[in-house]
């Protein structure tokens, strides 16, 4: 069931947030987002979009907050880097609920 809650360590009051983020990316001030973002949410929490690889790509992060309602994603950047959160939210979704293809995110809190 999509509502079981796994709970995690809050950095924002009652929620906990993760950020995504390309370092490298911001007209040179990815990296300064980046640390700022760190020293704020801590290190764990602060995703560098520029580090992925096996094992390490959104989904991965995404898939362990999944059940956790008090999750909150923000991604940093423009188009793309949204576009690779939403596509991996979907990914996400779509291995919890056993389904192939989109998922609507507001269809599972009705």
């Known amino acids: ?26 007209g040179g001030k990815g990296m300064e ?12 929490f602060v995703i560098d979009l520029n580090s992925c690889g096996p094992g390490q790509m959104p989904e991965n992060t995404l898939l362990k907050y999944a059940r956790d309602p008090a999750v909150r994603i923000l991604a940093c950047g423009g188009d793309g880097t949204c576009g690779w959160i939403y596509s991996s939210l979907d990914k996400v979704w779509s291995n919890i609920l056993g389904m192939k293809g989109r998922v609507h995110l507001s269809d599972q809190f009705k």
Do not use: C
């Open 33 to 44: 987002i980046f640390k700022t973002l760190q020293s704020l949410l801590g290190n764990e």
């Open 1 to 26: 069931a999509i509502r079981d809650s796994t709970p995690h360590h809050r950095n924002a009051g009652k929620y906990t947030v993760i950020a995504f983020i390309n370092s490298r990316s911001g």
